[in-house]
């Protein structure tokens, strides 16, 4: 009877402390957990995932897309250029 007592317990203490270790790092095991499903997923390509950086409010930062040499037609670049007015 010792021996089933003694196991039970020892039972309960690894089902109890799981449980503890799950919703203790519950955001990092979520991370992860999806990390691996997009690993596994056939469907998954991480070139169509979308730019998930916070933008927070400075529109002057550029983001991951967009170009290095910007169209040379298109009005921001026309802003963006120095003038070539002299000033006397």
Sequence with gaps: MGALTTSVIAI???VLGWITIEVACKPCLDKGRE???RSLDPDYDPDDAVNTAPDNG????SSIRTP???DQNSDAVAAAAPSTTKVV
């Design 35 to 37: 990390a691996i499903d």
């Design 68 to 70: 290095l040499i910007p």
């Design 12 to 14: 309960v203490g690894l």
């Design 58 to 61: 400075n529109s002057t930062t």
